[in-house]
Nanobody, 127 residues
Protein backbone atom coordinates (compact mmCIF):
# COMPACT_ATOMS: atom_id res chain seq x y z
CA UNK A 1 0.00 0.00 0.00
CA UNK A 2 1.35 3.44 -0.96
CA UNK A 3 -0.09 6.61 0.47
CA UNK A 4 0.17 10.17 -0.83
CA UNK A 5 -0.99 12.99 1.43
CA UNK A 6 -1.69 16.52 0.22
CA UNK A 7 -3.61 19.66 1.08
CA UNK A 8 -1.43 21.21 3.72
CA UNK A 9 -0.50 24.86 3.76
CA UNK A 10 -0.36 28.07 5.71
CA UNK A 11 -3.61 29.27 7.26
CA UNK A 12 -4.59 31.79 9.89
CA UNK A 13 -6.01 30.68 13.19
CA UNK A 14 -9.73 30.03 12.86
CA UNK A 15 -9.38 28.98 9.24
CA UNK A 16 -9.92 25.63 7.55
CA UNK A 17 -8.00 23.13 5.48
CA UNK A 18 -8.90 19.82 3.90
CA UNK A 19 -6.24 17.15 3.73
CA UNK A 20 -6.42 14.32 1.23
CA UNK A 21 -4.69 10.96 1.18
CA UNK A 22 -4.80 8.81 -1.95
CA UNK A 23 -4.05 5.12 -1.55
CA UNK A 24 -2.65 2.84 -4.21
CA UNK A 25 -1.57 -0.74 -4.17
CA UNK A 26 -3.57 -3.30 -2.27
CA UNK A 27 -7.30 -3.13 -1.86
CA UNK A 28 -8.02 0.10 -0.02
CA UNK A 29 -11.37 -1.00 1.33
CA UNK A 30 -9.75 -3.58 3.59
CA UNK A 31 -7.96 -1.07 5.78
CA UNK A 32 -9.06 1.24 8.53
CA UNK A 33 -7.20 4.49 8.01
CA UNK A 34 -5.74 7.11 10.30
CA UNK A 35 -4.29 10.59 10.43
CA UNK A 36 -1.44 11.45 12.75
CA UNK A 37 0.62 14.60 13.19
CA UNK A 38 4.03 15.54 14.47
CA UNK A 39 4.98 18.97 15.70
CA UNK A 40 8.63 20.05 15.81
CA UNK A 41 10.40 18.44 18.72
CA UNK A 42 7.42 16.29 19.66
CA UNK A 43 6.38 12.70 19.16
CA UNK A 44 3.93 11.66 16.49
CA UNK A 45 0.39 11.82 17.88
CA UNK A 46 -2.95 10.40 16.92
CA UNK A 47 -5.45 12.77 15.28
CA UNK A 48 -8.29 10.71 13.79
CA UNK A 49 -9.13 7.27 12.47
CA UNK A 50 -11.91 5.70 10.44
CA UNK A 51 -12.96 2.07 10.21
CA UNK A 52 -12.83 0.11 6.96
CA UNK A 53 -16.58 0.58 6.48
CA UNK A 54 -16.55 4.23 7.47
CA UNK A 55 -19.13 3.44 10.10
CA UNK A 56 -16.86 4.25 13.02
CA UNK A 57 -14.70 7.30 13.51
CA UNK A 58 -12.40 8.23 16.36
CA UNK A 59 -10.76 11.52 17.29
CA UNK A 60 -8.25 12.79 19.77
CA UNK A 61 -9.72 15.05 22.42
CA UNK A 62 -7.80 18.02 21.06
CA UNK A 63 -9.50 17.90 17.63
CA UNK A 64 -12.91 16.47 18.50
CA UNK A 65 -15.66 18.75 17.23
CA UNK A 66 -13.31 20.61 14.87
CA UNK A 67 -11.94 17.89 12.57
CA UNK A 68 -13.83 15.34 10.50
CA UNK A 69 -12.36 12.22 8.92
CA UNK A 70 -14.05 10.58 5.96
CA UNK A 71 -13.28 8.13 3.19
CA UNK A 72 -14.31 7.60 -0.41
CA UNK A 73 -13.65 4.02 -1.40
CA UNK A 74 -14.48 4.71 -5.04
CA UNK A 75 -11.57 7.14 -5.12
CA UNK A 76 -9.30 5.16 -2.79
CA UNK A 77 -9.02 8.26 -0.65
CA UNK A 78 -9.35 9.38 2.93
CA UNK A 79 -9.86 13.01 3.95
CA UNK A 80 -9.41 15.18 7.01
CA UNK A 81 -11.53 18.31 7.13
CA UNK A 82 -9.98 20.68 9.66
CA UNK A 83 -12.00 23.66 10.90
CA UNK A 84 -11.36 26.27 13.56
CA UNK A 85 -7.65 25.68 13.28
CA UNK A 86 -5.39 26.74 16.13
CA UNK A 87 -1.70 27.41 16.36
CA UNK A 88 -1.16 24.14 18.22
CA UNK A 89 -2.54 22.23 15.22
CA UNK A 90 0.69 23.09 13.39
CA UNK A 91 2.69 20.07 12.32
CA UNK A 92 3.43 17.51 9.68
CA UNK A 93 0.30 15.46 9.04
CA UNK A 94 0.58 11.83 8.00
CA UNK A 95 -1.97 9.35 6.78
CA UNK A 96 -1.47 5.66 7.38
CA UNK A 97 -3.22 2.33 7.00
CA UNK A 98 -4.14 0.26 10.04
CA UNK A 99 -2.32 -3.04 10.00
CA UNK A 100 -2.58 -4.12 13.60
CA UNK A 101 -3.61 -7.59 14.67
CA UNK A 102 -5.36 -6.54 17.85
CA UNK A 103 -8.93 -5.27 18.09
CA UNK A 104 -9.06 -2.10 16.00
CA UNK A 105 -11.63 -0.39 18.22
CA UNK A 106 -9.17 -0.64 21.11
CA UNK A 107 -5.96 0.22 19.27
CA UNK A 108 -6.98 2.77 16.62
CA UNK A 109 -4.80 5.45 18.21
CA UNK A 110 -1.47 3.56 18.31
CA UNK A 111 1.07 4.60 15.67
CA UNK A 112 2.75 1.22 16.04
CA UNK A 113 -0.36 -0.48 14.61
CA UNK A 114 -0.26 1.59 11.44
CA UNK A 115 1.92 1.14 8.40
CA UNK A 116 2.58 2.39 4.91
CA UNK A 117 3.04 5.93 6.16
CA UNK A 118 2.82 8.60 3.52
CA UNK A 119 5.39 11.38 3.24
CA UNK A 120 3.31 13.85 5.22
CA UNK A 121 1.87 17.24 4.39
CA UNK A 122 2.78 20.35 6.38
CA UNK A 123 0.10 22.39 8.12
CA UNK A 124 1.11 25.74 9.56
CA UNK A 125 -1.40 27.78 11.52
CA UNK A 126 -0.46 31.35 12.26
CA UNK A 127 -1.87 33.03 15.33
Amino acid sequence: VQLQASGGGLVQAGGSLRLSCVVSGRTFVRYPMGWFRQAPGKDREFVASISWSGGSTFYSDSVKGRFTISRDDAKNAVYLQMNSLRADDTGLYYCAAYMGTALYSETYFRPSDFGSWGQGTLVTVSS
